[in-house]
């Protein structure tokens, strides 16, 4: 590794340590540790949540795509991601705010009841803690890759850098981080693009020695058996059900949202990464493109980026580049950490210990933190019997999503649905979306079926089941009478009707 390279890369982790510590002495509360004492910006936010997705599986998974299928990788941007932003900036996050929560399963556990609250927090906090797995194996990947450093101490000094500042600053940590560590990933994804571009012979040379080495990889959908992609499950398991119960019900993501200043700022934060997101695929899929286009010969596709930064880009550039990877994968991590924290906290804790006193949730909170980092620390090395980080992820994310996306909207536009459908639904269908990947369904396919099941479901169930009254319904329904939010001095939000 150059000099120059090492240089950049220390400074950036001493300086994103310093950023991240010296957040966390505006911390005093729960309030301010989950939700940052709902005082973020929309455009810190925004930025945080393009660094949040475009993580582990985001940036290397994705460009391991590409190198993979091609450009229909980028099918979960323009398809899924974009469409699904814009809903949830004007429908889900207004009333998130509307029903004054901290979390998305406390707005399940108050539209059904507290057994969907747990359970919601329980399965999403499981795969945060693999999410946190993946992006510490891909840290260490990165590293052997372009420095020969060794995995286990790889993911070790990325544990160590990430639990500082996130243990220590919670979520105004986290967000600021994340915006610092998004403005090095696009300076750097664009530095490959063009200097990718120059040494293939601009675009027109790229096409046509992509198009030698790949002719399918320039398809934009893929055959209707394709194993991984098929464009009927792009349209419907994709685009209708995965992108937005991710948008609209993923706490990892909402959760800064939930920490703005006020409902603009937590909409427009979702507008401004909705339009950063179109730049996305530019930045991801290219260099997947441009290691098929340089013959690059690699063991596993994620190593894609990591091979075209070390081979095509000069010392100074390279050392950015590798930072911005660094950057998209500390995002995912820390973010992660934060998010499921919070879950463990209320929504487990909360709903389990008859004594529960909230008093104790910034204490508890942070020791969750070291916890969780640690279980992903463990569960880092089964990544690399992996085929593909982001099939792995989006595997794991059709388990459960269907039925979460049902109960959301339902949930969300109807009065209807009952309290203990609502829990029958998310049981039953979990365990079907768990029997069809067994039985070898395509994960997209079974996202779609899982959702229509769970349609059908909670409707069937509804009707022989009590559900809400009006009361209890007004601020978790669109149609129902509104209220009023307020935040206590320790940012914990209330609502009064």
């Known amino acids: 590794m150059h000099p120059l390279d090492l240089a950049l890369v220390a400074g950036y982790l001493l300086l994103i340590t310093a950023v991240g510590i010296g957040l966390s002495r505006r911390v005093d509360s729960a309030g301010d540790y989950f939700l940052a004492g709902r005082s973020l910006s929309w455009w810190v936010i925004g930025l945080s949540i393009i660094g949040t997705n475009v993580s582990a599986e985001g940036y290397l998974g994705a460009a391991g795509g590409a190198f993979n299928v091609g450009i229909a990788q980028a099918n979960f941007e323009w398809i899924g991601a974009i469409p699904a932003m814009i809903l949830a900036a004007f429908v889900f996050i207004p009333l998130y705010w509307r029903a004054g929560v901290y979390s998305i399963p406390e707005y399940l556990g108050r539209r059904y009841n507290q057994w969907v609250r747990l359970i919601a927090a329980l399965i999403a906090s499981v795969f945060s803690i693999f999410a946190i797995g993946v992006a510490l194996w891909a840290i260490a990947l990165t590293l052997e890759t372009f420095i020969g450093l060794p995995k286990w101490l790889g993911i070790s000094i990325s544990a160590l850098v990430i639990g500082l500042y996130s243990i220590a600053g919670g979520l105004r940590a986290v967000a600021f981080t994340d915006a610092l560590q998004v403005c090095i990933m696009f300076c750097g994804g664009l530095v490959i693009v063009v200097i990718g571009l120059e040494q293939s012979g601009g675009l027109a ?13 320039l398809d934009l959908f893929l055959t209707a058996d394709h194993p991984n992609f098929p464009w009927p499950g792009v349209l419907l398991g994709l685009s209708i059900v995965l992108s937005p119960a991710y948008w609209c019900g993923s706490q990892v993501i909402l959760q800064r949202t939930l920490g703005a200043r006020t409902e603009w700022d937590a909409s427009a934060s979702m507008l401004l990464a909705a339009f950063g997101k179109t730049l996305v695929p530019l930045l991801i899929v290219f260099p997947g493109l441009l290691a098929v286009v340089l013959g690059a010969e690699i063991a596993y596709p994620d190593m894609a980026l990591p091979w075209v930064i070390k081979n095509v880009l000069p010392p100074g550039l390279s050392g950015l580049m590798f930072i911005a990877i660094i950057a998209a994968l500390q995002s995912t991590v820390d973010s992660s950490l934060n998010s499921t924290a919070l879950m463990l906290t209320r929504d487990v804790r909360g709903v389990l210990q008859a004594d529960y006193n909230p008093d104790n949730d910034l204490r508890f909170g942070r020791w969750l933190t070291l916890g969780m980092l640690l279980l992903g620390v463990a569960c880092a090395p089964i990544t690399g019997q992996l085929e593909g980080i982001y099939v792995f992820l989006q595997t ?6 269907g039925p979460m996306l049902a109960l959301l909207v339902c949930g969300a536009f109807a009065t209807w649905p009952t309290p203990r459908a609502g829990l029958i639904t998310l049981l039953v269908d979990t365990l079907c979306a768990g029997v069809l990947l067994l039985l070898g369904t395509n994960m997209l396919w079974v996202a779609f079926l899982t959702f229509l099941g769970a349609l059908l479901l909670l409707r069937v169930t509804s009707s022989f089941t009590r559900g809400l009254t009006a009361e209890e319904l007004g601020p978790l329904v669109y149609g129902a009478p509104a209220i ?14």
């Open 484 to 497: 009023d939010t307020a935040v206590t001095d320790a940012g914990q939000p209330g609502a009064t009707t």
């Open 205 to 217: 040379g790229f096409a046509a020695q992509l198009t030698a080495a790949e002719p399918q990889h």
């Open 396 to 401: 794991l994310l059709s388990l459960f999503q």
